[in-house]
């Protein structure tokens, strides 16, 4: 069986060629990037990151994104492996809650356990060599050919990934999460704003109950937490990584354990109801959360990347063009910190990879065919944040209005976009990113990436001689982009953007 898988994995075989791709989705990626002194930017490795998103039977939807290291071979067997152990069968509309957490959770299980069936012969061949390696003084050629043949299998073996999984079945949301990377689920509230709420914490090593468990086992949490990582990785939960899943007592970090303190066990979220839902969920690779938080800091990123996603969503007509426009939007902001010689600069010298998977729930796509005059109105986002380091917490409102005369229609779901409020045809276009903190009640205007919006000066603006207010927000790149896509030549003082 261990040979069948290996056979497998080596080859362009996979479990899940028949199962269809989900078309409400989008993935959007970059791979890693170091600067240099010049600012250019240069692949340290090929992209590690895997996801997964398919549409199954009976109404059965899955979703993931992994986050691999030492290679991508973890990130890409578990994208495989656990969409087989889902999707062929196992999961139907009767299970109950309780039936999806347990398959959920012996997915996880059999993911990782059939992983190592397929390294077990590597892992006999490298003990076994091990045994005849000589002392330095006395390399011979046999030895070095030894060695050789000992560096190849510790990169066959090498190497593990966390992962995030969204599983939609019965129109009911389930999270699962091993690792470090994010879920974020944006659903709009009875007052027509979209209340966004990140899903679970990371298995870090600064999660306070992550900690907990380690010291349960015997080790020293205080150590953990002061080292920030384990054997490179921050992370506490993870799949693959047979140095500190077998080899933890050989760690000096982990060798007081009683029992294996690393683990693939996925914490579990859900269910989640989506009846009615309209708004889009979020999953996101560590190197895309990473580089947001290592560009602007960690207190306002999840208002920025739903800022971003909703500000897309108004612009594309595909899903795939929303995710990977929001990754390139965040890859450009990590990169001109960098090269601002700014405060953050120093934290910005590298990226990991990143991925983005946006699947929206009866959420409007901008209409390719219309003009943006013609193209209706994308509705306020509401952002909740807070963190383990704070009692506060923050909302943020993006409001995006265009123009229109129309309906705005999605699947059934239609509703008028000529609002009170809504500017008629000739009108600019207006956004606003206002941070909220609910603990103070104090307001203040913010933006995502600092491109789109103009400071407000302390005094109202005053009408010039013809009447008019100068905007503080600036369209121009919008509707000179807008003007090339459609070949019609007109620029922002031609006649599509404000007069």
């Known amino acids: 069986m261990a040979a069948q898988r290996r056979n497998l994995m080596q080859s362009h075989q996979s479990w899940t060629d028949d199962l269809p791709l989900c ?240 683990v693939a066990e996925p914490e579990i979220h859900g269910s989640q109801s989506l009846d009615s839902v309209t708004g889009f969920l979020l999953l996101m690779s560590e190197g895309l959360i990473n580089a947001l938080e290592s560009a602007h800091g960690p207190e306002q990123a999840n208002q920025e990347i739903v800022a971003m996603v909703a500000a897309e969503l108004a612009l594309q007509t595909s899903l795939e063009a929303v995710a990977q426009s929001v990754v390139e939007r965040v890859k450009r902001l990590h990169h001109d910190v960098y090269v601002s010689g700014r405060q953050r600069a120093t934290y910005c010298s590298r990226h990991e990879d990143m991925t983005l998977l946006i699947r929206t729930l009866n959420y409007p796509l901008a209409d390719g065919g219309l003009p943006p005059t013609q193209g209706g109105r994308i509705y306020p986002v509401s952002v909740p944040y807070s963190n383990s380091q704070s009692t506060s917490k923050t909302s943020v409102t993006l409001s995006l209005v265009m123009p229109s005369q129309n309906t705005l229609t999605n699947g059934t779901n239609t509703a008028s976009t000529l609002e009170e409020g809504t500017p008629t045809p000739g009108q600019s276009p207006t956004a606003t990113l206002q941070s909220t903190n609910t603990q103070t009640q104090s307001s203040s205007s913010s933006s995502g990436d600092g491109s789109l919006f103009r400071q407000r000066g302390s005094q109202a603006a005053q009408p010039d001689e013809t009447g008019r207010v100068p905007p503080y927000v600036d369209f121009s790149q919008f509707y000179r982009l807008w003007g090339n896509d459609h070949g019609d030549g007109q620029s922002t003082q031609g006649g599509l953007g404000p007069q």
């Open 23 to 262: 078309q409400m989705c989008g993935v959007g990626t970059a791979t890693n990037c170091v600067y240099g002194p010049d600012g250019k930017g240069t692949e340290s490795h090929p992209n590690e990151d895997g996801h997964l998103r398919f549409r199954g039977e009976d109404g059965c939807f899955l979703y993931g994104v992994f986050n691999g290291y030492d290679g991508s071979r973890v990130a890409s067997y578990a994208s495989q492996c656990l969409t087989a152990e889902l999707l062929l069968g196992q999961l139907n509309s009767s299970h109950t809650d309780n039936d999806v957490r347990r398959i959920l959770t012996q997915a996880f299980d059999v993911v990782e356990k059939s992983y190592f069936e397929t390294i077990d012969d590597a892992l006999a061949e490298k003990a076994d060599l091990s045994n005849y390696l000589l002392p330095h003084n006395e390399l011979s050629a046999q030895s070095q050919k030894v060695q050789e043949r000992l560096k190849e299998l510790e990169q066959e073996v090498s190497g593990g990934a966390t992962a995030v999984v969204a599983l939609i079945l019965n129109n009911k949301l389930y999270i699962a999460s091993v690792g470090t990377n994010r879920a974020l689920l944006c659903k709009s509230s009875s007052d027509g704003q979209n209340q966004v709420l990140q899903i679970g914490r990371p298995h870090s090593t600064d999660n306070e109950d992550e900690l907990q468990r380690l010291a349960a086992l015997g080790v020293d949490s205080a150590r953990v937490r002061q080292a920030g990582q384990i054997t490179g990785q921050n992370s506490t939960r993870r799949l693959g990584d047979y140095r500190v899943k077998f080899n933890y007592n050989e760690i000096d970090l982990l060798s007081a354990a009683k029992t294996r303190p690393v």
